[in-house]
């Protein structure tokens, strides 16, 4: 099978338990860094799936990589390669299929109830309501013939699907050592105000029953996503041979 395209935008937002989950499923990927030069692919069709990582930025920022990433997304979205986005990867995946990507009422920073649409339960082990984690600013519309998945009481839009596409507003991905690194690298961020901000105590309380919980939700949601990855097609040994011989008979 092709590899996965795993994108990452900054050193600190990693792919943290996406890439535990891909190297116990034998899921081959492509690391693609291109905060530190690395060329865009233009061809989707060359990856089994692409995920792309969260980033400091904006869908709208003037970045160099932001429009090739686009594009590549484009690109998947025609020719229905499988993409996960997390947190900003989700906004560029909105905006790739034509949707709108805007400033959310307020920052929603920190742990937070969502609820599970009827229809998506199955991607997050039947639950009706999760606990999911957060760092963001923006928020999408949900494209046109794609479907909410999780919607939040600070943020409407927090996941969709459309077609093998999954979005996720949220990071599914963290891990307890990776939110400790945001909370030391955003404790500016963590003096705004805001109903949806979080104190950093609040942050990293009962951190391990957290992430491990968080952990099994991505497990799920993981597993139904690489469920739809392009594979190359399989030819049954010895099928022609019983074609030819049902013919003859």
Aim: hydrophobic share 45%; net charge positive; proline share 7%.
């Amino acid at each position: 099978m092709r590899p996965i395209a795993l994108i990452q935008h900054e050193p600190h937002q990693g792919p943290g338990y996406l890439q535990q989950f891909l190297e116990q499923q034998d899921l081959r990927y492509r690391l693609i860094r291109p905060d530190l030069g690395d060329a865009m692919p233009r061809r989707a069709a060359d990856f089994a799936g692409i995920v792309v990582l969260g980033s400091e930025h904006g869908v709208h920022d003037d970045v160099a990589w932001i429009a090739p990433e686009r594009a590549l997304l484009q690109d998947a979205l025609a020719r229905e390669v499988p993409v996960l986005g997390h947190c900003f990867g989700a906004q560029l995946l909105a905006v790739a299929a034509g949707a709108r990507v805007a400033r959310n009422a307020w920052p929603n920073i920190g742990w937070s109830r969502v609820w599970v649409t009827p229809d998506a339960r199955a991607l997050f082990r039947g639950e009706p309501l999760v606990e999911v984690f957060n760092w963001h600013y923006d928020t999408f519309e949900i494209p046109r013939g794609g479907r909410r998945l999780l919607f939040g009481p600070h943020c409407l839009n927090k996941g969709f699907a459309l077609g093998p596409h999954l979005a996720l507003q949220c990071h599914l991905e963290v891990t307890e050592n990776s939110v400790r690194d945001w909370c030391r690298m955003g404790r500016h961020e963590l003096q705004l105000q805001g109903p949806a901000i979080q104190s950093e105590a609040e942050l990293l309380r009962e951190l391990p029953r957290r992430t491990q919980r968080l952990h099994g939700l991505a497990r799920c949601a993981y597993q139904h996503w690489t469920a739809g990855l392009l594979r190359p097609p399989r030819v049954r040994v010895g099928a022609p041979f019983a074609a030819a011989q049902a013919i003859s008979r």
